[in-house]
Antibody
Framework: EVQLVESGGGVVRPGGSLRLSCAAS????????MTWVRQAPGKGLEWVSG????????GYADSVKGRFTISRDNAKNSLYLQMNSLRAEDTALYHC??????????????WGQGTLVTVSS | QTVVTQEPSLSVSPGGTVTLTCGLR?????????PSWYQQTPGQAPRTLIY???TRSSGVPDRFSGSILGNKAALTITGAQADDESDYYC??????????FGGGTKLTVL
């Protein structure tokens, strides 16, 4: 069974940092791009970041560029999102989702259930 | 700032047909934008319905179909059922590794 499980969320003060992880299983992780998508409470989906199969290409939404860094470890079947200089508006449920090989910034699924990040003083 | 537009809300009668659209505030949507569609019910993770304009994800019934209609991407639900009542989102690929979601459409089946 293909499965994605996020972890690493929590409560952090404005200006703080968090590192999210996404553990993948049930498929050849190195054969796919991966994405992070977030959803603020009561709001819609927002694409955050994407990474190609080997980590050589990445993309970021303007809202997080320069503050967030996406990475992956194919040996560990894991995706990461390093989040620095966090702001209140980064409060959201963060999902990882499998993407394609070519269009590696487009979530194709499956999706993880998400990990909640709350930025509050 | 790229803005992807969707109808905020739509309604359909059980058994009816409804079309949701996904456009750009500036410009036309084509297959090059690799339009994809997602369904989300409250408290659940999104589910991918359609990718690359009109390819159904595994397990998605064929009453969901994707297309380009005029200058927008479209998701058509034929023979709507009660459990189709959900939020629907589209995403467009903007190039350079960037994708953008639309604001979502809340579909009511009544």
């Amino acid at each position: 069974e293909v499965q994605l499980v996020e972890s690493g969320g929590g409560v952090v003060r404005p200006g703080g940092s968090l590192r999210l992880s996404c553990a993948a299983s049930g498929f050849t992780f190195a054969g796919y791009g991966m994405t992070w998508v977030r959803q603020a409470p009561g709001k819609g989906l927002e694409w955050v970041s994407g990474i190609n199969w080997n980590g050589g290409s990445t993309g970021y939404a303007d809202s997080v560029k320069g503050r967030f860094t996406i990475s992956r470890d194919n040996a560990k079947n894991s995706l990461y999102l390093q989040m620095n200089s966090l702001r209140a508006e980064d409060t959201a449920l963060y999902h990882c989702a499998r993407a394609g090989y070519d269009f590696w910034s487009v979530p194709l699924g499956p999706w993880g259930q998400g990990t909640l990040v709350t930025v509050s003083s | 700032q790229t803005v992807v537009t969707q109808e905020p809300s739509l309604s359909v009668s059980p058994g009816g047909t409804v079309t949701l659209t996904c456009g750009l505030r500036s410009g036309s949507v084509s297959t090059s934008y690799y339009p994809s569609w997602y369904q989300q019910t409250p408290g659940q993770a999104p589910r991918t319905l359609i990718y690359s304009t009109n390819t159904r994800s595994s397990g998605v019934p064929d009453r969901f179909s994707g297309s380009i209609l005029g200058n927008k991407a479209a998701l058509t639900i034929t023979g709507a059922q009660a459990d189709d009542e959900s939020d629907y989102y589209c995403v467009l690929y903007m190039g350079s590794g960037i994708s953008v979601f639309g604001g979502g459409t809340k579909l009511t089946v009544l």
